[in-house]
């Protein structure tokens, strides 16, 4: 049922994508003019940009798919050390891809001179939609999960409801001496919930990704400055590999079938490639500079700024570092928490660049 209804979500995403992009083109001031220097030269930034198509292309499937035959490895099964911090060392580059590279993004195009000044220079709008963005996160998030456990927990008949007292007494002693004889359901209910836990957080974070990924293709397919290209191109591979090792990680402890885990891995490996076609498709009559394409593009930038930091706080580097596994190993712990820095700030300086 997740699947279907994430590809509708996904398409639809994709459409509107599209036409907010083909309606940004309106008339732009002469100040606001994209401006034309020697790195801008068409011509050159074409092949430019069929190579970023397949390069990140490549980069992506590699970084969602590699978690995905961790199974052949010991070494980085989930139940391991290592799959541990690799996650952490991915959520690290999420929580940075939000805070060092969508975010400041979005103030800068929200903020700029090119908009009216009345409300964009009067009301802090990257602000108010990235927490709008994270509280809606929260609610997506809980409200998923409630359901989800809901279902879980509809086809399980209590034993109280169909056992007489006599037998619930016995069952009742059973429990209370057997020292481990006894079955306890419970952790099979609970293993149940963390798995449903782990789809609703695969989901989310998909469709966080996903918007902030066609929004940056966009603008690279958009643009015909070489220097800004080159660089790009190495940090959106980067960016890509690594973030799609979260994804992936996320996506492994999900345990989807075979068929959902193709269609998560197409959708986010295809998202930004796309983003660039179209910005290609559209370079003639798009105008990055255009306030339909600044508040198009920056309100989109806050609310995936949003949803990036929450699942990268809460539902991945909370959920760890309060979990079991961390709580139980100070040593871990440390290694864990240096994956994340290592992460977050190899992505941060990838901000010089893109």
Partial sequence: MACPSLVKFLSIFLIIISIFAEQAFSVVPDECQTAVNSCTNKEKALPLKVIAIFSILIASVIGVCSPL????IPALSPDRNLFVIVKCFAAGIILATGFMHVLPDSFDMLSSKCLKEHPWHKFPFTGFVAMLSAIVTLMVDSMATSIYSRKCSAGITPASATASPNEM??????QFHGHG????????????????????IAMVLELGIVVHSVVIGLSLGASNNTCSIKGLIAALCFHQMFEGMGLGGCILQAEYKTFKKIVMVFFFSVTTPFGIAMGMALSKTYKENSPTALITVGLLNASSAGLLIYMALVDLLSADFMGPKLQASIKL?????????????????MAKWA
Avoid: C
């Fill in 69 to 72: 035959f961790t199974k052949s």
């Fill in 169 to 174: 007494a016995v069952v009742n002693i059973g």
């Fill in 181 to 200: 004889h006894h079955h306890d359901p419970k952790p099979e209910g609970n293993a149940d919930q963390q798995l449903m836990r782990y789809r609703v």
């Fill in 333 to 349: 712990q440390i290694k864990s928490y240096a994956a994340v820095l290592l992460g977050a700030g190899g992505m941060s300086v």
